[in-house]
Structure formats: C-alpha cells, structure tokens
C-alpha cells in the first residue's frame, strides 16, 4: 500500500503495524486543526522529518511512543509538537501548594547543552500558545533558577537535567504532581551517564503512568532502556528510523 511504501522508503519501522496502524504525517498541514496549527508560521521547515512523521500520529493522539533514531533526525520537534498540543488543549487547573512551581510537562535531557538547547527549540512553540518554559540545570548557582521558579509559578514546561530536577524536587520548590506529559530525550545516553535512579525519582514524582502521557527518545535500544519503558510507559508504540539492530 501506500503508507507501507512511505514506511519502507523512509527506513521507518512501527513496533505495530496492524490495521490500525496510523497514517504518517507527511506535511505539517497533516497535523490535526489546533491552537499550536493555527499559529502560522508554526515551523520554517518544509517537511517532517521520518521521526515526525512516524511518531507524531500516535503521540498526537495520547499514545505513550517510543522513538528511536540517531542524533540530527529532529526528534526535539517529534516530542515538543505532541508536548505543546496536549497542554494548550486542556484548560490549566488551579495550581495548589502554595511554594512549588506545578509543572504541567516536564522534559529530562542528559546535559545541559541539550537542555539548553530544548528548551530554546520548545519556548518558541509554547509561546504560540501563550505557554511558558523554563531550563533547569547543574553546575551553576540554585538561586538564580529558584528566581525564575518563583516568577514562574506557572510554569508550563520545564526542561531539566535529571540532578538538578532532583534538588529541586526534594525540596519542594519544584512539583511534578500535575504532570500530565513526561518525556525522557536521550534515554540512552542518561543512563550511561548514571542517571537511572534520578530519572525513577522524577517519573514517581510524577501522576502514575496511566494518568500522564510518556514518551521516550533515544539512539539506541539496549536492554536498560526497554526496562525504563517498561516500568513507566502504557503500551508504548515504538517507531524506529533506520537500522534496527541498533
Ligand atoms: P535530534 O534530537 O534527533 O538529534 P534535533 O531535534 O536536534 O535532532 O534536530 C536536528 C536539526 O534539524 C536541528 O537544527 C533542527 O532545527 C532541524 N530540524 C528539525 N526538524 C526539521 C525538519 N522537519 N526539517 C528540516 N530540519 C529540521
Ligand atoms: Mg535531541
């Protein structure tokens, strides 16, 4: 068929490709009427990437999704297009708790480069939408994100790095209660880095997995991370680009 020509021509492999299986996005045009689609221009960008095309039908529609394909394939705009979209279509609640900063989506990245570098990608989405971010990271003074924090006692989204997320967290300057979107970039390489038990803390901060929507990016697909799927995604689809025995 055609899709399955799209599929095989771009080196996509969905883990499940049943009837059911959903039509790529092949333009952005394709991505279903919302507040973020009706914001032009949205992208700059003339087509999706495969890992945008693949991907974006399932996480679109609430799907956990797995995506695996290597560095430079656009998966910031595969998790952050299905992240702004899921946020700008519910109505915020009341926050509660009074100190804390209730984050409503909550993106873990390995360093602080990427999460840097995320969260520039991410803010230009989310203030379409009138969303705010904030960028979260180690190696430098608490106070001045604390600041930020305060200010932001909204804040949408928040991309961070697993330790100094953790900090936060336990000190209660940060909750992840209200997270209704998780998602876990470069899962591979955090946890060569040792980040496992931070990442478990951060998502069992967070709503139980069947009352958020997870999604999981990374380059390789080794045993450590299908447990992390495993133990904190629902059900996930997962489209791999390119050679799949990586
Ligand atoms: P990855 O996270 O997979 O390593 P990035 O999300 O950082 O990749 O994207 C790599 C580069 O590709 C970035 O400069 C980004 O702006 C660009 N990019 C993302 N999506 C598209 C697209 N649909 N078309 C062209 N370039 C894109
Ligand atoms: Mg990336």
Redesign the pocket.
Known sequence: SEIQDFLKKAEIHISELSASSLRPITHFSQIPPSKLMSKKPFVT?????PI?SASWPYALSGRDTIGI?E???????AFSVPCVEALSSVKKSKRFGGHSTHARAVIVSPTRELAM?THAAISELASLVGLSAVCLYGGVNKDEQRVLLRKNSGADIIVATPGRLKDFLSEETVSLSEVMFAVLDEADRMLDKGFEDDIKQILGSCPPREKRQTLMFTATWPMSVRGLAEGYMVDPVKVTIGNRTR
């Open positions: 960008f003339n087509t999706p990437t945008q394909a560095t430079g394939s656009g998966k910031t705009l570098q």
